[in-house]
């Protein structure tokens, strides 16, 4: 399932998207900053505003994961800057190597809107989720942290999501602080294996 802005990306669309992944990735590994883009060479869906994680993995253990929560520039540079940062910049992890890009996959997974759940209780929270289907975005003063639906394959069930999320955002182990506000989204989902796509254009500097 997914509800990706109101947008369904088209096979075209996610290939081009791999691809700019891919090549910001080269480009670091080079030495260079991710550039605008080229607005004359974005295809039109990917010109609008969107947010996106990015997901970086080599057999199977993550490289690198970042990404934007809500939208606040093109989903084509949302998804340029967070192939960088999780190549070279996700804190808990060592940079992307030669070696790492030349046989890691890229996963990208664009976001639909916030949807703040009305909940006031751990256990309303529970019934409202849709394991699989829902990544969940939890702030208040003490803390904040994000899931994507993908991590519920790596969870054993509602509890188990729940509890690894509020240790990810700092949070006391089942505490519900007073000012907690959670909301949900849906993503859509796509990614590719080890193989260089051809790089997208971009402006020069």
């Not at 669309?13 to 004359?40: F, I, K, N, Q, Y």
């Amino acid at each position: 399932m997914n509800d990706a802005g109101g947008r369904e990306l088209g096979p075209d669309e996610r290939r081009w998207l791999l691809d700019l992944a891919r090549r910001t990735v080269a480009e670091g590994l080079a030495g260079r900053s991710p550039d605008e883009l080229d607005p004359s060479t974005v295809p039109p869906p990917l010109a609008t505003p969107g947010a996106a994680f990015v997901t970086l993995r080599r057999d199977g253990r993550l490289l690198g994961c970042i990404g934007s929560i809500s939208p606040h520039r093109s989903l084509a540079d949302d998804v340029a800057a967070h192939a960088y940062d999780a190549a070279f910049r996700d804190p808990r992890l060592p940079a992307v190597t030669d070696a790492d890009a030349a046989a890691m996959t890229v996963e990208i997974s664009v976001l639909g809107p916030l949807e703040r759940l009305p909940v006031r209780s751990r256990r309303e929270l529970a019934a409202a989720l849709r394991p699989g289907v829902d990544g969940l975005w939890i702030t208040s003063r003490e803390g904040r942290g994000t899931f994507l639906p993908s991590v519920w394959a790596q969870t054993d069930g509602v509890d188990d999501f729940l509890d690894r999320l509020w240790a990810k955002a700092g949070l006391r182990d089942r505490r519900w602080p007073p000012d907690l506000e959670i909301d949900r989204y849906t993503v859509e989902e796509f990614e590719d294996g080890p193989e260089p796509g051809e790089p997208p254009a971009r402006n020069s500097r």
